[in-house]
């Protein structure tokens, strides 16, 4: 069973905790990683581009000129799309790229992201933030102090001064253990959890 420190926030060792090898010791499977990403991604997409084709485009349906004799080429009206400001072929409409993705495979991509953060070292877990007021500069300094800079930081219950703190830094992002995703997890190049984060994590996948 994989072990961690358990730093504060002075990135001082104030005890141990051991982890599950079901969720942070699991098998890294890349290729659920790209699955789980790319639905995300794709569920994320508005799908709302649309453009005008020959029948919805601005423009006289007049015929441009004569059928013969012109010594034009043959045409029946200013919004063909080979002229300009005519419609537009082939062109994007309103669509829906959501899919699904099967619930074991969430959830084993998510235990492989996990175990991917642990095996590299990235995995940073912290006692408690107990912050007593929204102080973005304070986040910051503490993060920095834990290597951290860059990071997920994740809490089990929603602890609003230091979501408040943390929601102005470019390069960090809160969330509470429920909302722990793939993509999230890939994206910060640490992960720090709470104890009780790493406990709900858990409980959730093991």
């Not at 069973?1 to 969720?23: F, K, R």
């Not at 009206?77 to 899919?99: E, L, M």
């Given at each position: 069973?994989?072990?961690?420190?358990?730093?504060?926030?002075?990135?001082?060792?104030?005890?141990?905790?051991?982890?599950?090898d079901?969720?942070?010791?699991?098998?890294?499977?890349?290729?659920?990683?790209?699955?789980?990403?790319?639905?995300?991604?794709?569920?994320?997409?508005?799908?709302?581009?649309s453009?005008?084709?020959?029948?919805?485009?601005?423009?006289?349906?007049?015929?441009?000129?004569?059928?013969?004799?012109?010594?034009?080429?043959?045409?029946?009206?200013?919004?063909?799309?080979?002229?300009?400001?005519?419609?537009?072929?082939?062109?994007?409409?309103?669509?829906?790229?959501?899919?699904?993705?099967?619930k074991?495979?969430?959830?084993?991509?998510?235990?492989?992201?996990?175990?991917?953060?642990?095996?590299?070292?990235?995995?940073?877990?912290v006692?408690?933030?107990?912050?007593g007021?929204?102080?973005?500069?304070?986040?910051?300094?503490?993060?920095?102090?834990?290597?951290?800079?860059?990071?997920?930081?994740?809490t089990?219950?929603?602890?609003?001064?230091?979501?408040?703190?943390?929601?102005?830094?470019?390069?960090?992002?809160?969330?509470?253990?429920?909302?722990?995703?793939?993509?999230?997890?890939?994206?910060?190049?640490?992960?720090?959890?709470?104890?009780?984060?790493?406990?709900?994590?858990?409980?959730?996948?093991?």
């Amino acid at each position: 069973m994989p072990t961690m420190n358990v730093l504060n926030t002075q990135a001082q060792v104030v005890g141990e905790i051991e982890l599950s090898d079901d969720v942070f010791a699991a098998e890294v499977k890349p290729f659920l990683h790209w699955e789980v990403v790319r639905n995300q991604l794709a569920n994320r997409r508005q799908g709302t581009h649309s453009t005008k084709t020959r029948t919805t485009v601005h423009g006289t349906t007049r015929k441009t000129y004569k059928q013969k004799g012109s010594g034009n080429a043959r045409h029946g009206s200013r919004k063909s799309p080979i002229f300009v400001h005519g419609g537009i072929a082939h062109g994007p409409h309103p669509r829906d790229y959501s899919y699904s993705t099967p619930k074991k495979v969430r959830r084993a991509a998510l235990r492989s992201a996990l175990s991917l953060r642990y095996a590299n070292g990235e995995l940073v877990v912290v006692d408690a933030f107990g912050m007593g007021a929204p102080k973005t500069k304070e986040a910051a300094a503490t993060l920095a102090r834990l290597g951290a800079s860059n990071a997920l930081v994740v809490t089990r219950h929603e602890e609003s001064h230091l979501h408040l703190s943390i929601r102005n830094l470019p390069t960090a992002k809160y969330i509470r253990a429920e909302g722990v995703n793939v993509f999230d997890v890939l994206k910060y190049d640490r992960l720090v959890l709470s104890v009780d984060a790493a406990k709900a994590l858990e409980e959730r996948l093991g």
